[in-house]
């Protein structure tokens, strides 16, 4: 009778197991938070396809109630996590990414990438680039996303990356 254990091939605790026959298993599984449209909240958000080929998505994020008409800086957030785990989804960093948007009104922009061992490296640098590229492509305002063409401030754009902790 033939076991039912998989042999793992490499341990990356606390990231990941990856098994001898390539399937991995991340630890803990990811958890998701769903973008919102909820006119109640302060903050809306939903998710863009840039590029099927690849799977690169973007979390866009705005306040639900502009302060005013005049455009809003632009914050474009490369997520932490060890290039192994995360995503702009996970509850940690959507939660701060909302609360950012909230506390400074402002638009922000948090893209994923490809995840390693099952994306080698420079997946994270190629992906980031192409996200980079997309949301470069509005800032004549005539993007393919009506919320950068219309809320986004391209003279004030920053970039936060986090590399380790919580955000």
């Known amino acids: 009778m033939a076991s039912a254990t998989k042999e793992i091939a490499v341990e990356m605790l606390p990231y990941f ?10 630890l803990p599984p990811p958890l998701n938070s769903s973008p919102s449209d909820d006119p ?8 863009v396809l840039i590029d099927p080929d690849t799977d690169v998505s973007l979390h866009i994020f705005a306040p639900h109630q502009r302060a005013s008409p005049q455009k809003l800086s632009l914050v474009v957030y490369i997520h932490g996590g060890a290039f192994c785990m995360g995503a702009s989804s996970s509850p940690a960093f959507h939660n701060f990414i909302s609360k950012l948007v909230e506390k400074g009104n ?22 980031t680039w192409n996200a980079f590229q997309w949301i470069a492509a509005h800032a004549d305002g005539d993007g ?24």
């Open 106 to 127: 402002l638009i922000a922009v948090s893209a994923d990438y490809g995840l390693v061992p099952e994306n080698p490296l420079p997946i994270l640098f190629d992906d």
């Open 40 to 47: 109640d909240a302060a903050v809306c958000s939903k998710d």
């Open 17 to 26: 197991h990856l098994f001898i026959d390539g399937t991995i298993k991340r």
């Open 144 to 167: 393919t996303n009506p919320w950068l063409n219309e809320y986004a401030d391209f003279w004030h754009v920053f970039i936060k990356e986090r590399a380790r902790g919580p955000p």
